[in-house]
């Protein structure tokens, strides 16, 4: 059955508040959920059919990423277009779901602008950049106070709907998410074997160009998740005394994209013990800043004072402090 704006988000019981044509405007300046799709109605089933990859794009990309490799091979052209296309899934029109954990508005600009080949500062869906007819499509959304959980529940309904021919045709079975859905939320990741189709993560320097304390501290982690198809794995930041008395574990920005863009809770492992955390981004208008894992007092002083904790994100979308 093929999914609707609509289904997805009645199936968590969400209130379509729009749609706008690609690169307009959103104007909704708070959480919530974003769709793509091919339909301009939220109730619309049209769908490209075959799929549309521009092979300017598809140049433009290789020209820009020379890293890029699919199945650890640098790929010419149609190779890339290949692989493309068995993410594509003929019979349905959502292309992407996405959320925004402080404005729809705002994150979606910045999916408008983010350059094909670049991190920043929306590189998600990465995909959608590659299509002929990208001006064609619509941006749905919806507001939401609990958008990560919301986006959780709208890709498990799509993935539940999709086909069993297209679920066949595509390059993971296992996972049919949306064309430009690359990572199932705090779970596995898309099996399409495309790799460095995005900009390193470069870590800052000092003014004088010496690598500061918080680059060096966090290096390992940033090559770690420098390339889709490795583990994502980071650190945390330093244990203060501050840190003790709050009862919390500070995350730094090379870290983040481990958790969830908005406030919410978490179930986590920390030293193999089950938590259960409050989380808070704290992403900011003017700078981001730390992000904090309230644990409670317990937890935490069982930890050391400037010690950190590793950070992994399991397969399974599990994320451990160890």
Aim: glycine share 8%; net charge neutral; hydrophobic share 35%.
């Amino acid at each position: 059955m093929t999914s609707t704006v609509r289904t997805l988000m009645e199936s968590t019981g969400l209130t379509w508040a729009g749609a706008v044509a690609w690169s307009a405007h959103v104007p909704l300046n708070q959480p919530g959920v974003y769709v793509i799709s091919a339909s301009e109605s939220p109730r619309g089933t049209t769908a490209f059919g075959g799929p549309p990859i521009s092979p300017l794009a598809v140049q433009t990309l290789l020209d820009t990423r020379p890293e890029l490799l699919v199945d650890g091979r640098r790929p010419d052209v149609d190779e890339l277009t290949d692989r493309l296309r068995s993410m594509w899934l003929p019979d349905e029109n959502i292309l992407y779901v996405g959320l925004a954990g402080t404005s729809v508005a705002n994150r979606v600009d910045q999916y408008y602008k983010t350059k094909l080949g670049a991190r920043s500062p929306h590189a998600g869906g990465w995909p959608l950049k590659t299509l002929i007819d990208i001006d064609q499509l619509w941006v749905h959304y919806a507001a939401c106070a609990t958008a990560d959980v919301a986006e959780h529940a709208m890709l498990d309904t799509f993935m539940t709907n999709v086909s069993a021919a297209s679920r066949a045709a595509s390059c993971d079975p296992n996972l049919p998410l949306p064309f430009a859905n690359l990572t199932a939320p705090r779970g596995p990741r898309k099996q399409h074997g495309i790799t460095g189709a995005r900009e390193p993560r470069a870590p800052k320097s000092s003014p004088a160009g010496t690598p500061t304390t918080e680059q060096s501290d966090v290096l390992a982690p940033i090559k770690a998740t420098a390339y889709e198809g490795v583990s994502p794995e980071g650190l945390t930041q330093p244990m203060r005394p501050g840190d003790f008395k709050a009862g919390r574990i500070r995350i730094p920005g090379a870290t983040k994209p481990l958790f969830p863009e908005c406030k919410t809770t978490l179930d986590i492992v920390v030293r193999g013990q089950s938590v259960e955390a409050r989380w808070d981004p704290r992403y900011g208008p003017d700078r981001d800043r730390s992000g904090v894992l309230s644990v409670g007092r317990a937890i935490v002083a069982a930890l050391q004072e400037g010690g950190r904790l590793t950070v992994i994100q399991h397969s399974d979308g599990t994320v451990e402090l160890s």
